[in-house]
């Protein structure tokens, strides 16, 4: 399979709907992003790992007011892993309502069933620390 031009933006899109749908409080339109099996591990967020549509469902609801007003997705990158399964990666940035923001990666398994592509698998990892190219004992050259 070679990825086409319209699949790249049918996944692109995917990725983008998901933070609308959450921040404009659509969770029932869920299964618009995700599998019915979907497994969305936010461990690093110290959310655990919910496995299932309803599972996201209810743990957004729950987040309620503690959760980001704003989520924003970027630099989403596609690989092609089989015949209609493609592994994406992505940027998100979350903004709270007290002003403060906070980054994390999306590694996204993505595939395609009768209604589209869809988020099969996601991790959610957080980046608490900036990655230094040099070491902090050396000066750069």
């Known amino acids: ?11 692109n899109e995917l990725i983008a ?20 099996d ?11 790992s919910m496995h299932g549509l309803e ?9 309620g007011q503690r959760g980001p007003v704003s989520h924003h997705v970027t630099n989403v990158v596609l690989t092609e892993v089989g015949d209609d399964r493609v592994r994406a990666r992505s940027k998100g940035i ?15 398994v993505i595939v395609r ?3 589209g592509w869809r988020i099969n698998r996601r991790k959610v990892a957080v980046r608490r620390a900036p990655t230094n190219a040099n070491d902090a004992n050396e000066q750069p050259e």
């Open 1 to 11: 399979m070679t990825l086409g031009a319209e699949d790249r933006l049918a996944i």
């Open 17 to 36: 709907l998901q933070w609308h749908l959450v921040d404009d409080g659509e969770l029932d339109r869920l299964d618009e992003l995700f599998t019915a």
């Open 38 to 48: 979907v497994v969305y591990d936010a461990s690093d967020l110290g959310h655990g």
């Open 55 to 63: 599972a996201f469902r209810d743990a957004a609801r729950a987040m």
């Open 94 to 108: 979350g903004i709270k309502a007290d002003g403060t923001s906070g980054s994390v990666t999306y590694e996204d």
């Open 113 to 115: 069933g009768e209604k």
